[in-house]
């Protein structure tokens, strides 16, 4: 039997269905709460708002639980690989060995760039920002790879293209600032393994594919896949609404992942780490900074805006973050800070009130950061590994038959209707 809320509105009860989701959320339908009563809603960030119904990713945020299609990311980080995790996301389930080998191989057939694409990368300014070269480059992708002759063949291939290219271009970014010979994907390494030998082979000193490191980076990609209608992939359902090419909705996501409040945040924990290690080194002032209300000041990579529990991803990546930090035995001054402040922070009766526990940006930052990784390809990283969580929504989004263009009501605040005055009485 169907609940209902009721909204009355000058002298009238109108009555809105309550929709169930398969964990139990609730939400009232209010689909029809214009026609009906010529009221719209005002939430400002979303977060009250549920923008559409998904099968995708299930998050509970006062519990600390993220599953994707239902697994529970602690057992994909443990058991998956990025590119089976990427299966399930896109597909719906998990892979048969048969069509695992046979992905595989589609992504590496689909690893190469076409050559002329270098010429975009070596005439974008030295200091421009990955993530904006390759928001641009994934749009003109679309230009060297121009529509097939079926959908199902379109999206099937765009889907392999984007997967298996993005990583190969994000490669060829880093070498081409450095001013190094592009490194070729190489057909007997896996998907990580080919990313670590194409950024940091090089001629005159071959690479070691180190599995754990490779392990390392599965992981980070697995947590990083998709996070449900977070800023980056309500940007990509937004734009896809639109019917646009998913080269298109995919770059829009890219932009909308830039930012300091979302995707950029790992590379905001190295540089508030920076800034420490220049104010002496010492993460106590930083603390008590963090918690004074009337200093501006706050502590990347602490906290989440749904988590109120410690972020599961977080407890997954820490323990693979200590493990690489001991297999490497770096001497970093800025990793050893980071690990003072994590212990700190955890111990902190004011953290622990707020539950603001260290996320998966604070440690994936250290984790790329011990890697090799330079700080301004943070968010790319980040990017890789959410496509597969992108394209599984442009997907859901394409193909469900209630599909309605995006477009967003507003409460407009500014002059009422105005005489234009001719520019010789102003």
Not at 24 to 36: F, H, P, V
Not at 110 to 115: A, C, I, P
Not at 317 to 339: E, S, W
Not at 367 to 377: D, E, F, K, S, V
Request: glycine share 6%; charged share 25%.
């Amino acid at each position: 039997m169907t609940e209902y809320a009721k909204i009355e509105f000058e002298g009238k009860i109108y009555e809105f269905p309550i929709v169930v989701g398969s964990e139990g959320e609730k939400a009232i339908d209010i689909s029809n709460l214009r026609q009906m009563t010529g009221l719209i809603t005002l939430d400002p960030g979303y977060a009250n708002t549920g923008s559409c119904m998904s099968t995708i990713t299930f998050m509970d945020g006062e519990k600390g639980i993220l599953r994707y299609r239902g697994i529970p990311v602690e057992e994909l980080a443990e058991h998956s690989s990025f590119i089976e995790t990427a299966y399930l996301l896109i597909n719906g389930r998990l892979p048969s060995r048969d069509e695992l080998n046979r992905t595989s191989i589609l992504f590496n057939d689909h690893s190469l760039v076409h050559e002329d694409m270098q010429i975009f990368y070596q005439n974008f300014p030295r200091a421009s920002h990955p993530m904006g070269i390759l928001s641009g480059m994934v749009n003109a992708l679309r230009s060297f790879y121009p529509e097939l002759q079926t959908i199902e063949e379109e999206i099937n291939i765009t889907v392999t293209r984007l997967l298996s290219k993005v990583r190969t271009m994000a490669a060829m970014s880093y070498k081409i600032s450095r001013g190094h010979k592009v490194v070729y994907p190489r057909p007997d390494l896996s998907y990580c393994a080919n990313f670590l030998n194409m950024m940091f082979d090089t001629p005159v000193k071959h690479y070691h594919i180190d599995e754990d490191l490779v392990k390392a980076l599965n992981v980070f990609w697995i947590l990083h896949a998709d996070h449900e209608q977070n800023c980056s992939t309500s940007a990509v359902r937004l734009v896809g609404s639109g019917r646009v090419n998913l080269y298109a909705a995919i770059s829009a996501g890219i932009a909308a992942l830039w930012g300091p409040l979302h995707g950029g945040a790992n590379q905001a924990v190295i540089e508030m780490l920076t800034d420490i290690q220049k104010d002496g080194g010492s993460y106590h002032r930083a603390i008590e900074r963090a918690k004074d209300k009337k200093d501006p000041f706050r502590l990347m990579g602490f906290g989440h805006r749904v988590y109120k529990a410690y972020d599961p991803r977080a407890k997954i990546i820490k323990k693979v973050c200590h493990k690489v930090l001991k297999k490497l035995n770096i001497n970093d001054p800025l990793l050893d800070i980071a690990q003072e402040l994590e212990a700190a922070a955890l111990k902190d009766d004011y953290f622990i009130e707020y539950n603001l526990y260290p996320n998966v940006d604070f440690y994936s930052g250290i984790i790329l950061r011990a890697m090799g990784i330079p700080t301004n390809m943070f968010t790319v990283m980040f990017a890789i590994g959410r496509l597969a969580g992108w394209i599984a929504q442009w997907k859901e989004c394409a193909d469900d038959p209630k599909w309605k263009l995006g477009r967003p009501r507003q409460i407009y605040t500014g002059p009422k209707k105005t005489r234009y005055i001719p520019i010789d009485e102003r």
